[in-house]
């Protein structure tokens, strides 16, 4: 039942790094975009196609640590402890982003748009960064149980690669998706704008990986062993090759399928890091089982979780048919300002 | 006092800091709250009428109260991620032994929230292009989806109130977890329908209480009267309900946690006719100061007759209860959520009055300025009550199994207060940038109604796709959506 439970852990880790991190790229791309007058055209691009479904991308992260601390009680515990700072820092961040993007769409003076969506842009960045250092911490060993918070576990050669290859991952996840959109809403400038930006992720991407083979090998040995042998192997070998046919469908503007393959790529590297580190939730402190939560709950959480997929599942489907379909569009001013018919006497 | 002193060196010195930055931040998610659950239902009410009866005021209303949710829900949605991190941050104790325990009600809630998420993301971004029948309907479960993500949480907490479904082992581990009954807890019924209540009570006098304001300033259109009524009806009908099931979440309090009984009010040797305290301060020494006090009245609403016998403060050793301060701060907390409630149900009995008799709003300003500050007061309960709840249960985390010393991080109490300062100043700009938002979009509505617009130049029809900084920047050019070109109906 526990490795039941981890896998839906890994799946929806998986989830939140797609739906999540799209999201984060797409503020990655705002940060970038430049000033507001030549950003203006791609920043409403990125507001448009974010705004529907932010909220819900979010909940993922939400369900991903309630299933830790339900399933695994120890392996939040320890995570929470020796990570303090970079998970302090990325819940600013969280909320930093939330409030910019939630109050830059009511807010009309260009001074304080500016403002919000600075605060929006830098932690749609910083996040992220953080997020992934955490990851490369619990990939290179760092964090055990009983290990208290230091700057050795997230401020390391492992972390700050896992950091910035997470970054990179959403700003080209971002991307794609931000060209489909853009193909989408028929602005053909944006399409080639986008992807673009798509390649030149991509290619940062690559250069990360080949920095970061040399610095795991010495400073994640565990993790490097197993990523080089067997199954993880193949799925990140598969990766890469779903990423490049990415790159290819984007030039030849197969833009329907792009975004399956980004995701793909994506979860492909996921579930290779999740293969590598079995049996163990902590390399090489706390295993699945050590770790696992009292029996009768996990079975109820597997309920639960099964329950859910019934009624989310299709409800999350009709929200996105709904947003590719271009159904769905915010109140616009001309809606809630609509004269009432003539004022009558009460 | 050997015990307390002694139990005061165990406390680690970050333990003042993580409570602090519990409460600031629960108590500041809590102000949204009633606005997450229920604002979604008296926007449908408006809706159904809108569409019902063909009444363009009323759909008015719905669209309006939609724009609110959004803005007002994502910041819901960032003050709550704040909450699950310092579970983790501030808790890992709790959650590393009894995560598993009482975890589960989380889950429900995560579940309903990607719910709600979902089903809001429809509803607010649907009035434009979804069928009005099949907008309308998408949204019907939104309430019931708030009612189970309030169910999870409400789960949580009575379990931490009343814990049981599980056994110690000889290490003090829980083992043999049975779920049902650490959901089901004894608190859990009495807590859910009181803060369900509570909710619902809340937002309609919230509501309710603008168009007052405006009602007072002399805008007696039929807007304002629909907008008045429609949340003000709900809030009254539910007065009184909350009034008895109040009642008897405080006899649940007095059989389940006889100390926290206590503490509420200040008893502090167990006996009989045993009296009632208005106010007034509890002395380390056990002696009262001020307040009103009224014979016999506890022992009678505890338990229906003066010879009630009544648990007091001293039947609990020293180092397992609340100290005289914090038994008078729920004690005050208590007394004002109860004045103020009973002070809500003669508003909503005052409105029912003068409906029957003259199927009329009453005319009154005076009733129009309670019904103004009638929101305010619901939303001090609400704030009162979760302080009674909290605080009551100290030192206890997890009532009579975990003090809130050993659930705490071994994160430095430095770092914690840095994290205090830095989320006290964050949540003070994010709560006056969220009013602000409001107040901005209230005065543009009212410029509209009055009819002012008329006379600003008008838009082309791209404007109308919301971004962009409006006048500042003149842009046509944005990217549209393909719909969009077949002519805009309000454009
Ligand atoms: C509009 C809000 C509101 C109003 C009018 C009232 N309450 Fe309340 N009360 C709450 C909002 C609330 C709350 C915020 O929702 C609490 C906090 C925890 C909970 O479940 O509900 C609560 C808690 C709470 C508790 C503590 C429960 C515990 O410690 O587990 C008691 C004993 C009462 N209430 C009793 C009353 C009584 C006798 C009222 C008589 C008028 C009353 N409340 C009105
Ligand atoms: C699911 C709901 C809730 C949970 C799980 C919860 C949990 C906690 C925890 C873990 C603490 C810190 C330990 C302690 O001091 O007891 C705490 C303290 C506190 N909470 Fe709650 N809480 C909940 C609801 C609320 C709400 C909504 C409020 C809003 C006003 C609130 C007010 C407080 C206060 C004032 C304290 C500080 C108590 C003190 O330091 O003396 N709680 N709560
Ligand atoms: C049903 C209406 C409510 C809404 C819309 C709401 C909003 C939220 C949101 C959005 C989250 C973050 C989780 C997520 O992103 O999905 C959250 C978490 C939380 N909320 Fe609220 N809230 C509600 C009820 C409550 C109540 C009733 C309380 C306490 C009295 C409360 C206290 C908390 C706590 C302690 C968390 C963190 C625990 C967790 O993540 O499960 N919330 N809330």
Redesign the interface.
Known sequence: MAEAVAWIMLVVLAAYACAGGTDYGAGFWDLCAGGAERGERPRRLIDHAMEPVWEANNVWLIFLMIIMWTGFPPFFAAVFSAMWLPLALAVLGLVLRGGGFALRKPTRRLAQRRVYGAAFAVSSLLTPFFLGAVIGGIASGRVAPGVTASADAWSNPTSIITGLMTIGATAYLGAVFLTADAHRYQAPDLVDYFRLRAWCSLAALVVLALIGLPITHHDARFLWSRITTGAPLGLVIAGAVVALVTALLLARRALRWCRYTAVASVVLVIAAWGVAQRPYLLPTSLTVSQAAGAHHTLVWLVIVTGIAVVLVGPSLAVLYWLDTRGKLEALADSDTEQEVPPAEPA | MHSALNLLAQTPPQTLPARQLMAYTLASHILLVPMGVALPFITLLAHYRGLRRDD??AL?LA??W??VM??Q???G??????L??????LW??M???????F??G??????A???E??????Y???????DPKVHFW?AVPLPFAALMGAFGIIAANSWMNTPQG?TLDAQGK??????QQAVFTPMFGPEYWHFVVAMFLTAGYVVAGVYAVGWLRGR??????LGFTIPFTVAAILSPVQLVVGDAIARAVFHRQPTKFAAMEIVWNTNTHVPEYIFGRLNAGGTISGGLRIPQLDSVLAGFKPSTQVTGLTATPEADRPTPTEATLIHWTFDIMVLLGTALLLLALWYAVVWLRKRD?PQSRWFFRCAGVAGAASLICVECGWITTEVGRQPWIVYQNMRVAQAV????AD?VWT?LG??LA?YVV?FA??IT?LR??HH??RI??E?L?RNRPVHPPEI??????????G?A????????QDGDP??
């Open positions: 363009a005021v008015q669209r309006r939609s724009a959004a803005v829900f994502a910041i949605i960032v003050t709550g991620t704040v699950t991190f310092e579970f983790g941050l890992p104790g959650m590393g032994r009894w995560g598993d325990v975890g589960l989380f889950g429900v809630e995560a579940w929230f990607f719910l998420a979902v089903l809001i993301a429809i607010l971004y649907g009035w434009r292009r979804l998408l599980f829980p083992v043999h977890v049975t779920v007696r259109d039929r807007y304002h009267r709003l991080t071994s994160t430095r770092s994290m830095v989320i964050l994010l940038a969220f938002v901005k979009m543009r509505w509209a109604d009819g617009a109308v796709t919301p971004y962009g900084p409006r006048e500042e920047a842009m050019t944005g990217p549209s959506r393909p719909a969009a309000h454009g």
